[in-house]
């Protein structure tokens, strides 16, 4: 799951934003992204995604992997408004 790098966006005002994003480890966003889910279903395909993007974030530019994190929450989010709510 590849994707072309970012190039830089302009903030609110205008001009690109220096400030950082607050850190996270990986197991962190997993449970963050599990919550999320509505189902076994999706919490299954989440572990497996975020396996995957974890298992390339070094080979690929950080741009590339928060791109990646950012489309799973999308599905995910999108999974759970076009769903019934699956029993756990």
């Given at each position: 799951m590849l994707i072309a790098s970012a190039r830089p966006r302009p903030g609110p005002t205008g001009e690109?934003?220096?400030d950082l994003l607050p850190s996270m480890n990986?197991?962190?966003?997993e449970t963050l992204m599990i919550d999320m889910t509505t189902g076994v279903t999706q919490k299954t395909m989440v572990r497996?995604?975020?396996q995957d993007v974890r298992q390339s974030a070094s080979q690929v530019?950080?741009?590339t992997t928060l791109r990646e994190v950012l489309i799973i929450a999308a599905a995910v989010g999108a999974g759970a408004r076009n769903?019934?709510?699956e029993p756990c």
């Open positions: 690109p934003s220096g990986w197991g962190q966003l497996h995604l975020l530019p950080a741009e769903r019934e709510v």
